[in-house]
């Protein structure tokens, strides 16, 4: 089943095209990251989602249902750029945002309330919103985003500007709410903040999806059938047999490549036969970052400008 | 709960419960206040402060009596021209006349000069060339072989007033105000164009204020997340309009109090001289004129308010809502400086402007052809039609003008949500006329 469908999705601004054609589907109960450089057509397509604008053509099926005036109550947005009234007070702009949201005033207190004991904000209920530290207020966006107890959490770049402990509080909680069945969208170019948290990826660029998968088949996809062993006897001691290509040598280390016909296991099957022994032995799988850049630098003919609706 | 109430409800109780906003209104009736009050004192004073001039009559045909004025004081000089000149400062007076020898009947226009310690209005010396003609006319008459009966006799003073005054009149057909009444009817139309023209102004930008500081703020983009674009654009305006409908209801118990109360401290036997002053001037006025007070009340009375008060608030509405919605417009497209609002703004103030000015045109002609169309076309409708109602227009033009200042309502805040929509997600660029333009037709 899944939360989110996004089928040949076309968005077409007066100079360009945002999104061409997109398609991908989202699983119920996922992390799921959207990637894409800037300017990539990510926020077009989040605004699309969250009903902020209107695609063009294409149709989205939010849990099975085509998108209708009930379903921003039944999703948490948190932009990239973060925003709340200032002067307003923190209470009053979550009960605010959360009846916005459709919930009445008693389930809007309660789930607000709860929100303030979990993160340690109680005190914090009849401040104003310039009162607070930055930090501060990056936590009471979160609740903003939360309290209506959404199905499908958006969730823009959520980690810039935050500091590593409040960073980690925050995936915490976006954890336990993946847990409790809540469907994650999260969109971000740090790629290694995907690699730890995500389960499936769609990489987007100049509005066409160019990867949707796991993050493991990703990886795999992309492997390069590259190897690093490490033995007890010094690397320039003894040598590949044929078959396995030498990628890199260090001291007790090696990196190979296995040749097309071949299995890794003929190499281990020599060294056990030449009584060298192993001490460890993995598969070098590529990163996000370098599948990231290599399919996004192979993409980018002659460059576009860069527009400003990204 | 509705969410567009929601909205409304926020942006209401958050500004009506600003200290600000309780004391702008309660400062301003206040304010209203005291400048009656200080009108009442300059106005007693500066009838006190009059000027004093010396005449140098060289030819010595001026009379003193001739000469006699209430406020301004004229004395015959027997000094030498050029010593005058220099000295009459000295001597305690404002303004020094001198008049050449005159040569009798060769100059239909006597050149006379003055002297003044200070810069003279043109007021003041219409007054002295008044005063001065006066006195050489007694002069010629005084010394002409007319008969001063028979001259007496030439002088006739005409009085107009409405026949359909008069009780006896009742079968006749016409209008039945009294010129007096005019006057009433002129000050409240102009009382009214210009109560639109603060509206529009004041709550306009407090409209535009608002948006500008969402979109700055950023917070807008989780707000159209949750609530269309339109609902965000109505809530405000409504918000925004509640208020402004409180703070006028507030002013109309406030201000008559106020006025009341200043009245009466001025009319109370008071410390101060100036106060005494005042006092005796308004007794004055009406020992003069004993039932001023009186005519006035019953002319109040006999203005259509029936009529009036639900269509000023008719057009009231309308002015608020066609403005404010594009002065939200305005502000969703500005962004972070506020600079660039004044281009931007243009097109909304001339309108307001331009009824203004027509204002005093419409109440010379309330149904010439200037007022009618200036009743018709929505952007000057809301100040100009209340503007003519004190004058009674035909039924026929108030009904069509309402149905056109809806029809503008519609269409304005219809404009203003395609522009407001495009706008408030727009950062970093500015932003000219003809792309406004342009965004209307943009897609959703």
Known sequence: ?310 | MNKTLLIIKREYVSRVLKKSFLLVTLLTPLGIGLIIFLAGLFAAKGSQSSKKIVVKDESGILSPQALEGKEITYVLSADKVDSLKKNYVKEGYDIMVHIPPYVEDTLATHQISYYSKEKLSLLQIEQIEEKMEKAFRDYKLEHSSLDKIALKKLDIKIKLENAMLNETDKDAVGDKSSKFSSAIASGLSYGMGFLMYLVIFIFGSMVMRSVMEEKISRIVEVMISSVKPFQLMLGKIVGVGLVGLTQLAIWMIIIPVIITVTTMAMGAPAASPELNQTAETIQKLQQENPDVMQTFLKELGSINWALILPVFVVFFLGGYFIYSSLFAAVGSAVGDDIGDSQQLMMPLTIPVILAMVMIPAVFTNPNGPLAVFGSMFPLFSPIIMPARLPFEPPGWQIALSILLLIAGVLFFTWLAGRIYRVGILMYGKKVTLKELGKWMFYKD
């Not at chain 1, 989040?46 to 085509?66: C, F, K, N, Q, S």
């Open chain 1, 1 to 310: 089943m899944n939360i989110l469908s996004i089928k040949e999705v076309v968005k077409v601004y007066q100079n360009y095209t945002a999104l061409d054609h997109a398609s991908f589907e989202v699983r119920k109960g996922s992390i799921f990251g959207l990637l894409g450089p800037n300017g990539a057509g990510k926020t077009t397509l989040i605004r699309i989602i969250t009903g902020i604008t209107r695609a063009d053509e294409g149709h989205i099926l939010l849990d099975g249902a085509p998108l209708n005036s009930h379903h921003p109550n039944e999703i948490g947005y948190m932009p990239e750029e973060r925003g709340l009234y200032k002067k307003m007070k923190v209470a009053d702009q979550l009960m605010y945002l959360a009846q916005l949201k459709g919930m009445s005033n008693e389930d809007a207190k309660k789930s607000i309330r709860f929100w303030f004991q979990r993160l340690g904000m109680e005190e914090w209920w009849n401040k104003k919103i310039e009162e607070l530290s930055k930090g501060m207020q990056q936590k009471v966006q979160f609740v903003a985003t939360v309290a209506h107890n959404p199905k499908l959490l958006i969730l823009d770049e959520p980690f810039t500007g935050l500091d590593p402990l409040n960073a980690d509080l925050l995936k915490e909680e976006i954890y336990k709410l993946n847990q409790k069945g809540v469907s994650i969208l999260f969109s971000t170019h740090r790629m290694e903040q995907v690699e730890e948290i995500c389960n499936d990826i769609v990489l987007i660029n100049k509005g066409k999806i160019l990867l949707n998968d796991s993050v493991k088949a990703v990886r795999n996809q992309f492997k390069q059938n590259q190897f690093v062993l490490q033995t007890d006897r010094a690397a320039n001691e003894w040598s590949l047999p044929s078959g396995f290509e030498e990628v890199e040598a260090d001291g007790y280390s090696r990196t190979f490549r296995v040749a097309a016909g071949h299995q890794s296991n003929e190499l281990l099957m020599h060294l056990i036969q030449s009584g060298i022994n192993i001490q460890s032995f993995h598969e070098v799988l590529p990163g996000l970052n370098e599948i990231f850049i290599k399919l996004v630098t192979q993409e980018t003919e002659p460059s576009q400008p860069q527009n400003h609706h990204s």
